[in-house]
């Protein structure tokens, strides 16, 4: 039978990822989604669901089909990124940074 984790334990992994994100506040952030767009926007929150909200965001996409073709911007301000619909997420940080944050991948719900 599984043993019932503590309570002090979970929460201080939580604090522990909390506060790793709360480094990324106000970073550049690149996000894909599904259908091929880009954002890039500033960093403002992310929720339990792993919805990401970008501010000053601007989308990016392709005017054609084939590839490659020119991109076409437009300017959003603040937008929602569902997690079920992104691709990739980039952000704007150091090599140490960006490999600190491979831990908060692991430890996400799916």
Request: hydrophobic letters at 35%.
């Amino acid at each position: 039978m599984d043993q019932p984790v503590p309570t002090e334990a979970v929460n201080s992994d939580d604090c522990g990822a909390v506060n790793q994100v709360r480094k990324l506040l106000f970073r550049r952030m690149l996000v894909g989604i599904k259908d091929g767009r880009f954002f890039l926007g500033s960093f403002y929150c992310i929720d339990k669901q792993g919805n990401i909200i970008l501010q000053d965001a601007i989308e990016y996409r392709s005017t054609r089909q084939s590839s490659p073709s020119p991109m076409e911007q437009r300017c959003l301000g603040l937008i929602l990124i569902p997690s079920s619909c992104r691709t990739s997420c980039h952000v704007d940080c150091s090599i140490h940074e960006q490999l600190s944050l491979l831990s908060l991948r692991q430890t996400s719900p799916p």
